[in-house]
């Protein structure tokens, strides 16, 4: 079943980002008058085909699915008829063409826009950055970071999840300067640590870096401790109340919020006895009976509670696209930043991913639930418009470099220089392939 569901996933998402992307062509095509004679998804023999609309446009797809083509009418690649010649490609402006090209990866970045302004409006659920256990001489024992003190800000920035945290350390961590962090610890005084990331190796980028500068437990052991209770739910007609903490169920020891969860998530419909405290007070034998639900075909119990270490960050529409537009736009940054550090070999080139490794995300996420799979295809997204914007031959980047040239020279590049550009293109992006699929048999070599 997670195989299937890791197909699927990986199926759904490389489709859907190759028809975005592709779109973008189509439709600036469109608008700028360019007859479009095939949209393909995939490349190489084409499987299945139907042509539609005025100029009979062929919508295929081919068999090799890792990528995608819009063929315009162009006269470099075969005979026009003299009606068609004002919507050839390569009869229109320089602008045109530009915009055309930039349209894909201008695709790909408005998805990534709207999903993210989709999951802020829902709501982006996560974990208060609460400091689990810290390592002995790392850089974040010298710094003063203590178990159970609660990161607050990040430089400039506010902090409300692990995630945020884990984010905002990774930029600073790439910019190899130091990091103001703002804590507050379980009494509510707040303290300033200085967080010195520049021993950190290249490699050490690759997996879990939040270890590497020593907070070995992203999280203290959760306490079972109610936060937000449901109206009418099963623990508000129990009596209990915000603040609670249930230290036992049926007289066994409740230590952990997981535990207490997974007790009332195994008993639906059936009677507890909660032993609670409750400030200094002690109070025993409150009969809790979590509610009948139905999750994935089976039955679970529950009771309405939040514990207040969990948190999700829920704005409106207008506060949701300021944020998505940030998003996108330091993750885009942050993808070239990377890009250029494994280029001058300070960060690794382990951290380049494939297909394999793309499709296994893929899989986690939706395992997970759909919020984590909208956020997976965001990057991805994202990923795709940074790359297709290199300025590589071959690539939507190459073309631009070469439209670029022609404005400031006033005449095209020539043909030759063209024809040598896509060899040296083609070099480098097999490259790439080998080395982002040589990392993937590794990852799986090693579990």
């Not at 360019?34 to 139907?50: M, Y």
């Not at 997976?376 to 190459?398: C, K, Q, T």
């Not at 022609?406 to 040598?420: F, H, Q």
Request: charged share 20%; with cysteine.
């Amino acid at each position: 079943m997670n195989l299937l569901t890791t197909i699927l996933a990986f199926a759904f998402a490389l489709g859907s980002l190759i028809i975005v992307h592709e779109f973008g062509h189509y439709l600036a095509a469109w608008l700028c008058n360019v007859k479009v004679l095939r949209f393909s998804v995939g490349f190489g023999s084409v499987i299945a085909s139907r042509r539609y609309g005025r100029d009979q446009t062929e919508w295929a797809l081919a068999a090799f699915p890792l990528g995608g083509y819009v063929k315009m009418l162009d006269e470099r690649e075969g005979e026009v008829a003299v009606q068609d010649l004002p919507r050839a490609f390569n009869r229109q402006s320089v602008y045109r063409r530009f915009l055309i090209v930039v349209a894909g990866p201008l695709a790909n970045f408005l998805l990534a826009i709207f999903l993210y302004w989709l999951i802020f409006m829902h709501g982006m659920p996560g974990i208060k950055p609460v400091i689990g256990d810290v390592a002995p001489d790392s850089a974040a024992a010298q710094a003063g970071f203590s178990p159970g003190e609660i990161i607050a800000r990040i430089g400039e920035e506010k902090v409300a999840t692990w995630q945020d945290a884990r984010w905002m350390l990774l930029k600073h961590v790439v910019s190899q300067q130091p990091i103001k962090v703002e804590v507050h610890n379980l009494r509510g005084e707040i303290a300033w640590r200085t967080l010195v990331a520049g021993g950190l190796k290249p490699e050490q980028l690759d997996s879990d870096f939040l270890a590497a500068l020593g907070f070995l437990k992203q999280t203290s052991p959760i306490p079972s401790v109610l936060g937000e209770l449901t109206p009418g739910g099963a623990a508000e007609r129990a009596g209990l109340q915000a603040g609670d903490e249930v230290v036992a169920v049926d007289g066994r020891p409740v230590r952990q919020w997981q535990e207490l969860v997974k007790i009332i998530r195994a008993h639906p419909g059936t009677a507890l006895t909660f032993d609670v405290r409750r400030g200094i007070n002690l109070l025993p034998g409150l009969r809790v009976t979590p509610d009948s639900d139905e999750e994935r075909g089976q039955k679970i119990g529950k009771a309405g509670i939040r514990n207040p270490y969990f948190v999700e960050m829920r704005y409106g529409p207008l506060q949701s696209l300021n944020l998505s537009l940030a998003r996108t736009w330091d993750t885009s940054v942050f993808s070239l930043r990377m890009l250029g550090k494994m280029i001058m070999g300070e960060v690794s080139l382990k951290n380049l991913s494939g297909p394999i490794t793309i499709a296994d995300y893929a899989g986690q996420s939706a395992q997970v639930g759909w919020i984590p799979y909208l956020i997976f295809l965001a990057l991805i997204s994202i990923s795709l418009g940074v790359l297709n914007l290199l300025p590589i031959p071959l690539l939507d980047g190459g073309h631009l470099m070469y439209y670029m040239l022609e404005i400031a020279k006033g005449s095209p590049v020539s043909d030759r220089i063209m024809e040598i550009g896509q060899r040296v293109g083609m070099g480098v992006l097999f490259l790439l392939m080998a080395c982002a699929l040589y990392n993937d048999i590794i990852r799986l070599i090693n579990g």
